[in-house]
């Protein structure tokens, strides 16, 4: 374990033809945005996704998963990105259209950071789209309840992907064609437990990719991975700064 890549692990993503990453909530902590699963201060620990993150949820307490939902948009409003994100960005400015980011988090930052390649698995917290049709709606900070869709009548509700809901299908399709042709996977600040993005990883493997994770903690995929340990904000400058160095 090291927080150095190893020569031969350096070579393959320098000569790499297609690079995908795969970044979950971690990446953003250090921003200041709470990942779900953290035993202390993840959201998971102190509500129940079943009350909050789902569509029957939101058809039993529209109100309460709303004002949920406004609370981490202000989170997200107030937070920057850090130099994970940062550094993501760098590497794709390196690695041109070889590089994806396939992307978890409904937060925004990669964009804010630069990123352009960005494939967002699970939606955008910022964009409102009606319940009933899925009209592109806009609210605002102060609305304490979902406004009505002037289109349909149908309340507001956040872009993003709730449990029990398919993922964007054309984004889904990228996702898994760059996995599957990937050389090098980078997966970064994800638990890898939740479906189907974890599965990504796995098709990239089956192609004999190099699987790069870089995270705090052990995760299912840590088994078949080369680990570099800490934080991504720490971790991932080191990297680009190593693939800068001779290379
Ligand atoms: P999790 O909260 O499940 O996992 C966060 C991961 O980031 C853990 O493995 C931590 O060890 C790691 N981590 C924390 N801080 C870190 C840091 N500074 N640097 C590197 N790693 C760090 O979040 P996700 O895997 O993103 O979906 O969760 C996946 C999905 O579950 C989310 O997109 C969301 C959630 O429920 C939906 O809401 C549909």
């Not at 409102?128 to 009209?135: A, Q, S, V, W």
């Not at 996977?185 to 990719?209: D, I, K, M």
């Amino acid at each position: 374990m090291s927080v150095r890549l190893p020569d031969s692990a350096l070579e393959r993503l320098r000569n790499a033809k297609r690079v995908a990453v795969m970044t979950g909530a971690g990446i953003s902590a250090e921003s200041g945005i709470p990942t779900f699963r953290d035993a202390q201060t993840g959201l998971w620990a102190k509500y129940d996704p079943a009350d909050l993150a789902t569509p029957e949820a939101f058809q039993r307490d529209p109100k309460l998963v709303w004002r949920w939902y406004q609370w981490r948009r202000e989170l997200v409003g107030r937070a920057a990105p850090n130099a994970g994100h940062s550094a993501l960005a760098a590497l794709e400015r390196r690695l041109g259209d070889r590089f994806r980011l396939i992307t978890q988090n409904v937060d925004g930052l990669h964009a804010r950071a630069g990123s352009e390649r960005v494939l967002p698995l699970h939606g955008d917290i910022t964009r409102d789209k009606c319940f009933d049709h899925g009209h592109p709606m806009q609210s605002s900070p102060e609305d304490e309840q979902p406004p009505a869709c002037p289109e349909c009548g149908s309340l507001a509700r956040p872009g993003v992907v709730w449990f029990g809901e398919s993922l964007p299908e054309e984004t889904l399709l990228e996702a898994i064609e760059w996995s599957r042709t990937a050389d090098v996977f980078l997966s970064v600040g994800t638990s890898s437990v939740v479906q189907p993005a974890a599965s990504l990883a796995h098709e990239a493997l089956r192609n004999q990719a190099l699987l790069i994770e870089v995270n705090l903690a052990d995760t299912p995929l840590s088994g078949q991975a080369l680990i570099l340990r800490g934080a991504a904000g720490e971790v991932l400058p080191r990297l680009v700064e190593q693939l800068d160095e001779d290379g």
